[in-house]
T-cell receptor, first 115, second 114 residues
């Protein structure tokens, strides 16, 4: 079984400041890792994913996440946030094999960008 | 449409009433998933279809929950004799095939049981 921990339920930050949203996971098997974003009244959208290869993955809107196997972490970072980044962010994992294709999510982190 | 659609977007039900939630996946997507998202929580897996076959229903919380996808496209999640604890957002997702494929989510159906 897998579990995902997002310790920060809310992260307030000023516009143009850097931000880090933390994600740690637990799994007895190798996993794929994902960050999804949920804007108000909208569905979940994939932000970025780690499948294999380079441990640093980037999104088109300036977010990046680094897979750290030894620390079982996949923290999300952005060097300078914009007001439009205000949303809820979910970290998720899915096993390479077994367990079907289901995603296991964390409880989410609400990012609130203020002027 | 280009994305996953769900209907209704909002549903208010009286306790004990049966409800049916519909999901239209992206055309051609083989895999379809249902998740339940309680207030303040992350989505939790309910069930998974590959075409019309329900391959995993381990997340369904009780035998009051039933899902089907008879022709391998549209899916319906049915909840019988709804209870207040069933109040949540029900999310549907689809992917082109198994493996590394990204799951694309619909906007969800917000169910409130009074």
């Amino acid at each position: 079984a897998q579990s995902v921990t997002q310790l920060d339920s809310q992260v307030p930050v000023f516009e143009e400041a850097p931000v880090e949203l933390r994600c740690n996971y637990s799994s007895s098997v190798s996993v794929y890792l994902f960050w999804y974003v949920q804007y108000p009244n909208q569905g979940l959208q994939l932000l970025l994913k780690y499948l294999s290869g380079s441990t640093l993955v980037e999104s088109i809107n300036g977010f990046e996440a680094e897979f750290n196997k030894s620390q079982t972490s996949f923290h999300l970072r952005k060097p300078s946030v914009h007001i439009s980044d205000t949303a809820e962010y979910f970290c998720a994992v899915r096993p390479f094999t077994g367990g079907g294709n289901k995603l296991t999510f964390g409880t989410g982190t609400q990012l609130k960008v203020e002027l | 449409g280009a994305g996953v659609s769900q209907s209704p977007r909002y549903k208010v039900a009286k306790r004990g009433q049966d409800v049916a939630l519909r999901c239209d996946p992206i055309s051609g997507h083989v895999s379809l998933f249902w998740y339940q998202q309680a207030l303040g929580q992350g989505p939790e897996f309910l069930t998974y279809f590959q075409n019309e076959a329900q391959l995993d229903k381990s997340g369904l919380p009780s035998d009051r929950f039933f899902a089907e996808r008879p022709e391998g496209s549209v899916s319906t999640l049915k909840i019988q004799r709804t209870q207040q604890e069933d109040s949540a957002v029900y999310l549907c997702a689809s992917s082109f095939r198994e493996g590394q494929e990204t799951q694309y989510f619909g906007p969800g159906t917000r169910l409130l049981v009074l």
